[in-house]
């Protein structure tokens, strides 16, 4: 997923209780503080940046050149020293990277890959990436979410300067979305409002097909959960939550 208009306003419209939860989440999967932790999809860098101040050794990639800038102003504000990758997590094999004690990826990333033998595929990259006794931990969205939450859904934002307005759709693959985004950005040029339009797809899978991939790659101890890891999977589980070992 390549944000480009959406990037300041997805890092202004997070909510930061959200990072809270994934970093919680990951100091109780990966223990080790002094573990190097390679965070795909790093975004905005706010879960990187807690997580270096906790004590891990993190480094942060993203396909984004746009979050990316954003991720290292707020390293800078921070004071924190955060290694920032640009790349794509199809790529890995390519990027020349070493290995880690543990991979995350948040915030959904894997769904916005367009099928299940990519999303296979990447799971085989990081396989490689990690260590011995390495760790893989991430979340995607259910089936549940893109089938009966999203279809529907709308959202309006705004402010001085910008306003904004997002649609979701079944879209045309099973389990799948397509998220409307529409802006209109002030040009402090000329007073007037500019119109920006973006599509972002969203498809992801059922718990077997995930688990199926991960073993595929390697994975094993493949552990599923809700609500960060501290409830059990149901019908109405709208994020899934993944830990698994090399």
């Not at 893989?136 to 549940?144: A, K, L, M, N, P």
């Not at 972002?200 to 959960?225: C, D, P, W």
Request: aromatic share 12%.
């Amino acid at each position: 997923m390549i944000y480009t208009t959406f990037s300041k306003l997805y890092d202004q419209l997070m909510d930061p209780d959200l990072y809270d939860s994934w970093q919680t989440f990951v100091e109780a999967q990966v223990p080790n503080k002094k573990a190097e932790i390679l965070e795909l999809a790093c975004g905005a860098g706010q879960l990187a940046i807690a997580l270096t101040q906790s004590g891990y050794s993190v480094v942060g990639l993203d396909l984004s050149e746009e979050m990316l800038s954003i991720a290292d102003q707020h390293a800078q504000d921070a004071n924190v020293s955060l290694p920032l990758l640009q790349g794509d997590m199809m790529d890995l094999e390519d990027l020349e990277l070493p290995q880690f004690d543990a991979v995350t990826c948040f915030a959904d990333s894997f769904c916005y890959l367009p099928d299940a033998q990519s999303v296979g595929k990447v799971f085989k990259s990081i396989h490689g990436l990690l260590r011995t006794d390495g760790r893989f931990v991430f979340d995607v969205i259910s089936t549940y979410q893109t089938d009966d939450v999203y279809p529907g859904y709308m959202y309006n934002y705004q402010d001085d300067s910008q306003a904004f307005l997002w649609s979701t759709f079944q879209d045309e693959q099973p389990h799948s979305v397509v998220h409307e985004l529409t802006f209109f950005v002030k040009n402090e040029s000329n007073d007037q409002f500019e119109k920006i339009t973006e599509d972002h797809h969203e498809r992801t899978y059922s718990v077997e097909t995930y688990t199926k991939l991960l073993k595929n790659a390697g994975f094993k101890n493949i552990q599923v959960s809700a609500d960060f890891g501290t409830s059990k999977i149901d019908d109405k589980t709208t994020r899934l939550f993944f830990v698994c070992d090399k």
